[in-house]
């Protein structure tokens, strides 16, 4: 198994998450290239855990992870992962971080992938794009974090994260499961699968590798 695509469910505030409807709409090709996907849970003591048997079982080289953010004005690229949780605020089952850190490590964790390809791939796709050195203090980060500390031990050799806005197929979903931000942009489904098959270009080579 060479590479690992992996997005989240849905959560307080996002009634729909589009990660999940790429993944689902990836997971034919996927499995084609020799690639696995996955979707998560937004849940503290549950997104890691699953992630990490996933890693362990599949032995990706390579792992590209979305989510969403109603608030990122395009497709986000996250440049690292921080060492913070956002107390207070609970996962989609409920619960609640056990503290303001994630855990023994730097307060910042940078992910691992050829940006230069990254950004030509997506360039090569028309996909307008935006970078961020903030993937914020919910599960994406807590869970980016994690997959950071530990990549060396799990074998990865390549992770990244990209937060994507709302789908336009969504919106009406998201309105009749409020809150939702003042302002939040959207982009088609299919716009956000091109983008996933086009950073499929930068897992995939992995694959000669093993």
């Not at 050829?114 to 360039?123: C, E, G, K, N, T």
């Not at 806005?165 to 003042?182: C, K, N, R, Y």
Request: hydrophobic share 45%; charged share 20%; net charge negative.
């Amino acid at each position: 198994m060479s590479f690992l695509v992996v997005g989240f469910s849905a959560f307080p505030g996002v009634a729909r998450n589009p990660s999940q409807d790429l993944i689902e709409t990836l997971a034919p090709q996927l499995a084609e290239a020799g690639g696995a996907a996955a979707v998560l849970p937004v849940a503290w003591e549950e997104s890691w855990p699953q992630l990490k048997y996933t890693i362990e079982t599949r032995r990706p080289h390579t792992v590209l992870m979305f989510g969403a953010h109603l608030r990122a004005e395009r497709f986000r690229i996250e440049l690292c992962a921080r060492n913070r949780r956002e107390l207070g605020r609970a996962d989609a089952v409920g619960a609640f971080p056990a503290g303001p850190s994630i855990g023994d490590g730097p307060e910042i964790l940078p992910c691992r992938l050829d940006w230069v390809a990254v950004a030509a791939a997506l360039r090569g796709a028309g996909i307008d794009f935006e970078w961020s050195s903030n993937a914020g203090s919910y599960l994406c980060n807590d869970t980016l974090y994690r997959l950071a500390l530990g990549a060396n031990g799990l074998g990865v050799r390549q992770f990244g994260f990209f937060h994507l806005p709302s789908s336009d197929e969504a919106v009406g979903e998201l309105v009749a499961h409020p809150p939702l931000p003042d302002v939040f942009m959207s982009m088609p489904m299919e716009r956000m699968v091109a983008a996933g098959e086009a950073l499929l270009q930068i897992a995939a080579p992995a694959r000669t590798e093993a």
